[in-house]
């Protein structure tokens, strides 16, 4: 009955690979944190997060009252994905608001004048 209900859940998923990865997390054969690293791996952020809403949804409207487990699955997927997506615009953030190394500017010492002074060779 689980195998029914993720291939309800996951059925046409485009690309492949994104199912693939599903799959294997709705069968609870990887953790959902690892799915996501995977999924992001293969995928940009927003497509995985159209994946994944699509199963959720799904989810909501296909599942049936046996398939509490999947269902869980999905839920817990859907929260680590959240939390994950929040965590990297987080550091994003943080990289915005920090200077690189290079990018500040040094005073230039007062004595390095080029100004009419011969240049040693």
Do not use: N, W, Y
């Amino acid at each position: 009955m689980e195998a029914e209900a993720i291939t309800r859940l996951t059925e046409g998923l485009q690309p492949p690979a994104i199912r693939a990865i599903l799959v294997q997390c709705l069968t609870g054969e990887v953790a959902p944190s690892v799915a996501i690293s995977r999924l992001l791996a293969v995928e940009g952020a927003s497509t995985v997060r159209a994946a994944i809403d699509d199963v959720t949804h799904r989810a909501a409207t296909l599942s049936r009252a046996s398939d509490t487990m999947v269902r869980d699955r999905v839920d817990e997927l859907t929260q680590i994905f959240i939390e994950k997506v929040s965590e990297l615009a987080d550091m994003g953030d943080e990289t915005k608001r920090r200077p690189s190394a290079g990018s500040e500017r040094k005073p230039r010492p007062s004595g390095s004048g080029d100004r009419d002074e011969p240049r040693a060779g």
